[in-house]
């Protein structure tokens, strides 16, 4: 079960991440997220930076540590990262690797309420997702190459693999499911795209739907 942070947010952690080997100011904490590409990782809304800094401060995750001006600009508040934030950063880290966490997914949300599609239109637009999931597929695998050709370490790219093994499990399912109701093997499509000839209204859908789940298993 995860554990209720004092700030539960993963910009928080983020921030957390960049703050482990120097003191920095929030102009320079956002720059270095922008330049390791965490908004890529985690849910990054930069309006949120100064506000989630100021939480991680007062819950004892950052403290002052001095300030600088660069000539007219205003005086930027240089933070660094504490012990209790250390350790903060770690903990959470392990419970981010070893504790699964049911996680909203805009693709599930559409799969929810498929019925109010036909399903030949349903082929088609999955036709198109895994056209795009091939490309985006491709082009994350270019910039695993220009990284491992950089020669850095594999550690610095782990959370891409998993993306592109994430993104490929998805095509895969998709081209099944597509595949499926092109060939009519996925059960009662035919019954499916009669729904949409016929133009029953989605209510009527709905209740025949539930109606099936009421009734009682065959003994």
Known sequence: MATKRKVNNLLALAVLSVMIDRPKH???IAQTLRDRGKEHDMDIKWGSLYTVVQSLEKAGFLEIVGSERDGARPERVIYQLTSA???ELTDWTRELVAVPEPEQHRFVAGLSILSVLPPDD???LLGQRIEALRHLIDAVRREIDKVLAMKLPRLFIIESEFGVAM???????ARS???Q???GTFPEVDWWRQVHAD???PAEVIAAVEGR??????S
């Open 26 to 28: 929030r102009y320079e």
């Open 85 to 87: 934030g250390r350790t």
């Open 122 to 124: 349903v082929i088609e």
């Open 167 to 173: 993104l490929e499990a998805e095509m895969a399912w």
């Open 177 to 179: 499911f597509r595949d």
């Open 181 to 183: 109701l092109a060939d």
């Open 199 to 201: 133009n029953v209204p």
């Open 213 to 218: 789940l009421a009734e009682p298993e065959p």
